[in-house]
């Protein structure tokens, strides 16, 4: 794509403009967007209105924008991610109603753990994730699932970054974190009580493809102090069962 003056190329400002929208920054005007991306206010506003005739964005009757239907549509079509979903949910569900708490799904995605899915009971206890929300490697238990399976490479640049403080709990120590990646690679699953918040403890398993590889983690989020045996066993099961359902999708 054609740079501007200021060097950035047009697929660039299109991904700060979309970058700008959070779960909790759904609506925006136009003018906010070009502030956050850094935009001159013409250049935002001449980009906003492309994306809106495109369906990418859209505008309400007060001119604030929101992410458009289209680009959901558009996320999703041939997505290994919607179809990694589809396998995960029958089994996700599954562990739900007998664990009764909150069941996670999350993919390595730019050396965060990126949450696909999550279902939950009304009576489930806390929880800071959220469907297409994002969290340190290091500070979850799906996280550090997808983190002790990951390549050397990704290892050695998160343990060489200073591990940020979540909860009272969470692993900021190198070596300890080190440690720990060799435990759940040991051991098949982690648990991580008070990593994300003192009064939950997150356990987690690894999710494979039919050819092995570790695609994704199965979590469940309990409270601090519950048993952790049968959300084991509930995720293990499921961990498997999927794997199953995408190499029966392959054939």
Do not use: K
């Amino acid at each position: 794509m054609a740079n501007s003056s200021s060097g950035d190329s047009v697929t660039e400002r299109i991904v700060r403009i979309l970058e700008t929208f959070s779960a909790e920054r759904t609506v925006q005007t136009a003018a906010e967007i070009g502030r956050r991306a850094s935009l001159p206010s013409s250049t935002a506003h001449r980009q906003v209105d492309a994306l809106v005739e495109a369906g990418l964005l859209e505008r309400d009757d007060e001119h604030r924008v929101r992410i458009g239907m289209r680009l959901w549509e558009l996320a999703l079509r041939g997505s290994a991610a919607l179809r990694l979903r589809q396998a995960a949910m029958p089994f996700m569900e599954q562990v739900q109603s007998v664990i009764r708490e909150h069941t996670q799904l999350a993919v390595l995605e730019q050396d965060e753990a990126l949450f696909l899915e999550r279902l939950s009971s009304p009576d489930s206890g806390a929880n800071i994730t959220r469907i297409a929300g994002r969290l340190p490697l290091h500070a979850s238990s799906s996280g550090l699932v997808l983190l002790a399976y990951a390549s050397t490479a990704l290892q050695d640049r998160v343990l060489a970054e200073p591990l940020v403080r979540i909860a009272a709990d969470t692993i900021t120590d190198a070596a300890i974190l080190r440690r720990t990646l060799t435990d759940v690679r040991r051991l098949g699953h982690v648990v991580a009580p008070g990593s994300i918040e003192a009064v939950s403890t997150g356990v987690a398993v690894p999710v494979r493809d039919g050819a092995g590889t570790v695609i994704a983690a199965l979590s469940v989020v309990l409270p601090r102090d519950a048993p952790t045996s049968a959300a084991l066993e509930q995720l293990t099961a499921a961990a498997a069962g999927i794997r199953a359902a995408l190499s029966a999708d392959r054939r």
